[in-house]
């Protein structure tokens, strides 16, 4: 059974920092893509960042040159740094992984920017 635990949110000052993890189980985690979701309450959920088994990387216009995905196939996890935070970035993060043709999901992680 698959399984992902996210971990990392909190609340955080604008112009601050997170690391968000996602620590995955139950799959060949090197052989998928992962990524991350977030939504705002109001809002539907929107992709922030994917990362494919081989490492391309894909990003929100709104989190570009601020965010950063990355993977560590030997921990089963996939990470979401993220700098120069705004009050906007204010969200649940869902980490998901694309398999079987649909995308599975963490339980979310809440991220809030306020000073």
């Known amino acids: 059974q698959v399984q992902l635990v996210e971990s990392g949110g909190g609340l955080v000052q604008p112009g601050g920092s997170l690391r968000l993890s996602c620590a995955a189980s139950g799959i060949s985690f090197k052989i998928y893509e992962m990524g991350w979701y977030r939504q705002a309450p109001g809002d539907q959920r929107e992709l922030v960042a994917s990362?494919?088994?081989?490492?391309?990387?894909n990003y929100a216009d709104s989190v570009k040159g601020r965010f950063t995905i990355s993977r560590d196939n030997a921990k089963n996890t996939v990470y979401l740094h993220m700098n120069s935070l705004k009050p906007e970035d204010t969200a649940v993060y869902y980490c998901?992984?694309?398999?079987?043709?649909?995308?599975?999901w963490g339980q979310g992680t809440q991220v809030t920017v306020s000073s």
């Open positions: 990362i494919a088994s081989y490492g391309n990387t």
């Open positions: 998901y992984v694309f398999r079987l043709g649909r995308n599975t």
